[in-house]
């Protein structure tokens, strides 16, 4: 199996431009994870979905952030309009069955807003 | 207030010689406890996930323990490698209307030959 696929790796775009990062999750996997990485903050778990089904988006930072989940082979993180102190890596993370199984990470995509 | 402390924030040990990475936590109530390890510019990998009911878990030679009662859980690492030099992170799961994972900041290893 290829792993947790993430696209793209890097992306740098100016504020106000709409981003959308892409993850495909390990093939029978009922759960995806999308995390948010930075130096000041940590790890911070931004959405989880499981059977496609959104449970948990309380970490969604604001409404300027949605995510989808429209099968069980891919997800989409988008941030629309993008603003500087949106810079991070972010990560994509899918498991067998919800948050208590071992998550699989994929390698992230870094994001630089100018 | 959930919150999940780890320490050294960072560590520096030689090649061959162990170490003991600590995490502390308040998370309520607790469904499980993790260790990740994460090299420079890769997503975390995990090395040990242990429930409620279990002490201790080892995962070649990485050891977590836990300690439930004091909410306390330590990673200990025997005859480091070069290999090793990563970030170290904690995260709990908890159990409550909403789930919640909850990271600690980690400890940065650096291992010196």
């Known amino acids: 199996d290829a792993g947790v696929i993430q696209s793209p790796r890097h992306e740098v775009t100016e504020m106000g431009q709409e981003v959308t990062l892409r993850c495909k999750p390990i093939?029978?996997?009922?759960?995806l994870f999308w995390y948010r990485q930075t130096m000041m903050r940590g790890l911070e778990l931004l959405i989880y979905?499981?059977?496609?089904?959104?449970?948990?988006d309380s970490g969604m930072p604001e409404d300027r952030f949605s995510a989808k989940m429209p099968n069980a082979s891919f997800s989409t993180l988008k941030i629309q309009p993008s603003e500087p102190r949106d810079s991070a890596v972010y990560f994509c993370?899918?498991?067998?069955?919800?948050?208590?199984?071992?998550?699989?990470f994929g390698p992230g995509t870094r994001l630089t807003v100018t | 207030k959930n919150q999940v402390e780890q320490s050294p924030q960072s560590l520096i040990i030689l090649e061959g010689k162990n170490c003991t990475l600590q995490?502390?936590?308040?998370?309520?109530?607790?469904?499980?406890l993790r260790w990740y390890k994460q090299d420079t510019g890769r997503g975390p990998v995990s090395l040990t996930i242990?429930?409620?009911?279990?002490n201790t878990k080892s995962n070649g030679r990485y050891t977590a323990t836990l300690d439930a009662d004091t909410k306390q859980s330590s990673l200990h690492i025997t005859a480091s490698q070069l290999s090793d030099s990563a970030s170290y992170i904690c995260?709990?799961?908890?159990?409550?209307?909403?789930?919640?994972?909850?990271f600690g900041s980690g400890t940065r290893l650096s291992i010196r030959p």
């Open positions: 242990m429930t409620f009911s279990e």
């Open positions: 995260v709990v799961a908890s159990y409550s209307s909403a789930s919640k994972i909850i």
């Open positions: 979905f499981n059977n496609n089904v959104p449970i948990d």
């Open positions: 993370a899918s498991s067998l069955a919800g948050e208590s199984y071992e998550q699989y």
């Open positions: 995490c502390n936590y308040t998370v309520s109530p607790f469904s499980n």
């Open positions: 093939s029978g996997h009922n759960s």
